[in-house]
């Protein structure tokens, strides 16, 4: 049950240390190497190239996947899953279908149409025994544990972990790959994820921020390179269950439309916590100038500038870790505005937790 909890969502939030402790358990060694019992090193030699097939949030954290493998050299794609309708693959083709439930119909049909092309398929999935587990040549648990909520939360954190995990082993099986050089640095900043997103939820000040632009008429969301996804994950969240008009961009896209629909009236969330969180800047302050809110997400030791009207803080740790952590600050505010908007949160209008029909 929801225990003390009014919501499922908001108990989904604050159980990240512990689902992410599992999504990690047993999976990185102690010299900061990833160890997948279901792929042992040369699993996927014959690869060349990587397609996530996935739907919404699932899309999501494909996106932050494909970041993390074409950083290491590795070819990667991520497509909506209803948008995968004549897959160029062949026996090289690793096709990843991304999928909490593993019962998407759109995901379940790119994962076919993958297979009947000829592509090795994964799927990557929260539940044991589901069809895309069963359908797909291996499955590759995130152990979220059961997410009731219509908005996936810690599922998406789970996810991004999972893929961040899998790239690292394909990007050392794969000759083209290079793997990172940080690797042993970056796994143990992983390895701490639970207690950085402990840390940040009990810091947040996402409800004081909720409340301060309440009554704005749009909410965007921007972010580049793994802050895009994060920027989308959150704009997702923001109108799935607040009914407000939301949006994310890669930052670098405002000015090419976008930056038409930033007034007074909106309010605008800028990624910092990113490689690129430098080029966002100038995008943010450009929303500031047009009159917009500009609510900063960075780590503590990050100046943000005094173009901010406030700052959502999250602990300091490596780059390609931190918007994870940036995400959980964007899944409280979504939380927190829903809540003082009286929505229905844990089971939004016109939305069904697991989508079975294409
Ligand atoms: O079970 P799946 O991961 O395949 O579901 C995909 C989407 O329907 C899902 O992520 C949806 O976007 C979420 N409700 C968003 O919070």
Redesign the pocket.
Known sequence: GKGQYDHYMLKEIDEQPDSLANTLSGRITDDGDVSLEEFPPGTFEDVDEVQFV??????HAALYGVQALENAGVRARATIASEYQTPTVDENTLAVA???????AD?LSALRAAEAAGAETVAVTNVVGSSAAREADHALYIRAGPEIG???TK?FSSQVATLTMLSHRLADDLEQGTPREDAAEFFSELEKLPEYVEQTLKTSNAKAVSERYLDKGSYFFIGRDNEYPVALEGA??FK?ITYEHAEGFASGELKHGPLALVTPNAAVFALFTGRRGEGTRKNAEEAHTRGANVIGVATHGTDVGGFADATLRVPETHPDIAGLLANVQLQLVSYHTANMLEREIDKPRN?A???TVE
Request: hydrophobic share 30%; with cysteine; charged share 15%.
């Open positions: 996935a739907c919404g949030t699932s899309y991304v999928t909490q439930s593993g019962e998407t995901t219509v908005a996936a599922t997702l969240k799935e939305l937790k697991s989508v």
